[in-house]
C-alpha cells in the first residue's frame, strides 16, 4: 500500500514536471522571442507583423543555436512543475484529511442523536416550520433563544436542529422553505440573526454552526460554548435568564438568578 502510494506520487510529480516542460519550451519560449524581437527593434507593433515575428522567431526558437535559452525555459519549467505537483499532492492529502474528519464527525452527530438528549445535548425539529400547524411560526425562535442561553450559562452544550424530540432525524428542508436564501448559508445567517436580535451580538461569538448529512437529510449543530458572563434573553418587554438542568431549560427569578450566580463564582 505505501509503495503503491509512492508511485502514485512520483506519477503526479513526473506529469506536472512534464507538462511545465511542455509549457516552458514550446510556448514561452517562443513568445518570449518574440516579445524580445519588438523591445529591441523599436518597430511599430501591427497584426500582420505580429504575426510574421511570431512565425519566424518560433520556429527560430527550435534551433541549435537557441538551445541554452531553451534548455533553461525547459529547466525552469520542470521546476515549477514540480513545486505544482507537490503542491498538489498536499492539496490532495489534505482535502482527503478533511474528508476523514467529516466522515468521523458525522458518526460521532449520529452516535450522539442515538444517545437521546441530555444536559449537553438539545433536539429542535426546526427555527422557523411548525410541524404542528404545518406552517410557518416565529415564535419557535424564542425557543431556540432560550436553549442556547440555557447552555450558555451552564457548561455549554450542542443544540442539534432537524432532530425531533424522540432522535427521529427531520431535516431541514421545510425551515429552508421558509427562508428568503434557501440554503445552508442562508440558513446560518438567520440563526445567528436569531442569537443577535435576542441575546446580543456578543453571543455570535460563543456559537459556532455546523451541518452534517444523517439519514440523507440535512441537520444544523450549533455547538455552544459557557460564558463566563450572565447571558439573558431579551423578549421585548422581558429579559429572563434561562440555565441549563439536566435534559431541560428552565428560567430563573431575580433572586433564583442571583443565588446562581453566586454558586458559580464559588
Known amino acids: ?6 508511485t502514485s506520487k512520483i506519477g503526479t510529480i513526473f506529469i506536472h514536471a512534464l507538462v511545465g516542460t511542455g509549457i516552458f519550451y514550446f510556448l514561452v519560449h517562443p513568445f518570449t522571442m ?3 524581437w519588438f ?8 497584426f500582420s507583423l505580429f504575426r510574421e515575428v511570431l512565425q519566424e522567431r518560433f520556429l527560430e526558437s527550435f534551433t541549435l543555436d537557441m538551445r541554452g535559452m531553451g534548455g533553461l525555459l525547459a529547466l525552469l519549467g520542470v521546476l515549477l512543475g514540480t513545486i505544482s505537483g507537490l503542491f498538489w499532492i498536499s492539496l490532495k492529502k489534505k482535502n482527503e484529511l478533511i474528508g476523514t474528519q467529516q466522515r468521523l464527525l458525522q458518526q460521532d452527530i449520529a452516535a450522539l442523536i442515538n444517545a437521546g438528549e441530555n444536559e449537553r445535548v438539545e433536539f429542535k425539529s426546526s427555527i422557523r416550520y411548525d410541524y404542528f400547524r404545518k406552517t410557518t411560526n416565529r415564535e419557535l425562535e424564542l425557543a431556540i433563544a432560550k436553549t ?6 451552564a457548561e455549554g452544550g450542542k443544540l442539534i436542529i432537524g432532530v425531533d424530540d424522540d432522535g427521529s432525524v427531520l431535516g431541514l428542508e421545510k425551515d429552508f422553505k421558509t427562508l ?8 446560518q445567517r438567520e ?4 442569537i443577535s436580535t435576542q441575546l446580543g451580538h456578543e453571543a455570535c461569538f460563543s456559537n459556532h454552526i455546523s451541518f452534517y448529512v444523517v439519514n440523507e ?7 455552544i460554548e459557557p460564558s463566563k458572563d450572565p447571558v439573558y434573553v431579551n423578549d421585548g418587554a422581558d429579559t429572563t435568564f434561562y440555565v441549563r438542568t439536566g435534559n431541560a431549560t428552565y428560567p430563573l427569578t431575580v433572586k433564583e438568578t ?3 450566580l453566586k454558586t458559580q463564582k464559588t
Open 39 to 46: 523591445e529591441f527593434s523599436n518597430t511599430t507593433i501591427s
Open 1 to 6: 500500500m505505501k509503495v503503491k502510494r509512492t
Open 217 to 223: 437529510k440535512e441537520i444544523c449543530v450549533i455547538d
Open 34 to 36: 518574440v516579445l524580445y
Open 180 to 187: 428568503k436564501h434557501k440554503n445552508r448559508d442562508g440558513y
Open 258 to 260: 442571583v443565588d446562581y
Open 148 to 153: 442556547i442561553v440555557g447552555f450558555m450559562n
Open 191 to 194: 440563526v445567528y440573526r436569531i
